[in-house]
Structure formats: structure tokens, C-alpha cells
């Protein structure tokens, strides 16, 4: 049973990775081509994905929870991560269940890696745009650095009666 449940729900998250790449994706495109309503969608589906794989990760651990209160082995309390509680349930399997769970186990943390590497270069990627976007900025309108605006477009003040000054020394 514990065999069966694991990798059933290791199987979902692997296909939930997937389709976040996928989604990735379709992010750095709409950024690309500059279609922000895809974009929004997009954020969505990804935001989909990231609760339902919450959901997954929160069923595992109530899943070896319920296995070390059945089996009463106390070989899982003293593994406070997610890997070390996985590997002590696979090591009380047989070999083939073993190396079926632990293969997909892998395939999932390296599609998980992947998928970080990809968004940490998206990130850069528009950090650097934002950067490039505030300097050019700065550099044509020197007159407006610094300066704020409401959501209407209007010039925010910057009211300074709310500062405080620490005079004891």
C-alpha cells in the first residue's frame, strides 16, 4: 500500500513539474512578445500548479505519518526532512519497489532543479531589463529621479512630518 500511494503521488508531481516547465515557458514567450494578458494567465496556471503541488507534498508527509503510526517504527522520527523520511521508507522495501520509488524520486528532484536553474535565469533575466529600463530613465530625465506616483499618475509627495529622529546618542 505505501508503495503504491508514494509512487502514485510521486507520479503527480513529476507531471505537475512538467507542466510548470511547460508553463515556463509560455512566461518567457508572453514576455517576449510582450502579451501581458497571456502572461497574467499564465501566472495563474502557475500559481494552480504550485498549490496543487503543496497539496501533494502535504499528502506525502501525512502518508508516512500514518505508515510509521501502523508500523510503530520510530525509524521516520528521527528524519526531520523530506528526503531522509523518504529514504527510510524505501529502504524498508523490497529491491524492485525500492529502485522503482528512488528512480522517480531522482527523476523529480532533477526536473525540480531544472525547472529552478530556468526560473533563476528568467529572473535575472528580467532583473536585468529593469535595471537597463531604470538607468536609461534616470540618464534622459534626470528632472524625475526619485520622484513618485499614485496609481493615477499623479505626483506623490514625499511628506517628511512623519520621520523620527533618534536624539539620544
Do not use: C
Not at 517576449?32 to 496543487?52: C, H, L, P, V
Not at 525500492?98 to 523529480?108: E, Q, V
Not at 536585468?128 to 524625475?144: M, N, Q, R, V, Y
Not at 499614485?150 to 520621520?163: A, I, R
Amino acid at each position: 500500500m505505501i508503495y503504491e500511494k508514494t509512487r502514485d503521488l510521486l507520479l503527480q508531481e513529476t507531471q505537475l513539474v512538467k507542466d510548470a516547465a511547460d508553463i515556463q515557458g509560455k512566461l518567457r514567450n508572453a514576455v517576449f512578445g510582450r502579451e501581458w494578458t497571456d502572461f497574467e494567465n499564465q501566472i495563474s496556471a502557475m500559481n494552480s500548479i504550485e498549490n496543487r503541488l503543496a497539496g501533494l507534498e502535504s499528502e506525502r508527509e501525512q502518508l508516512f505519518d500514518v505508515y510509521e503510526s501502523l508500523t510503530r517504527k520510530n525509524a521516520l522520527s528521527s528524519k526531520t526532512d523530506a528526503k531522509g523520511r523518504f529514504y527510510a521508507i524505501a529502504a524498508v522495501l523490497p529491491e524492485k519497489q525500492r529502485n522503482d520509488l528512488t528512480a522517480i524520486y531522482r527523476a523529480l528532484k532533477l526536473d525540480s532543479m531544472k525547472l529552478k536553474l530556468a526560473n533563476e535565469t528568467f529572473l535575472a533575466y528580467l532583473g536585468g531589463i529593469k535595471s537597463t529600463l531604470k538607468d536609461f530613465f534616470d540618464l534622459a530625465f534626470p528632472e524625475s529621479v526619485g520622484k513618485m506616483y499614485t496609481k493615477n499618475g499623479t505626483h506623490f509627495s514625499q511628506d517628511m512630518s512623519s520621520m523620527v529622529l533618534n536624539r539620544s546618542f
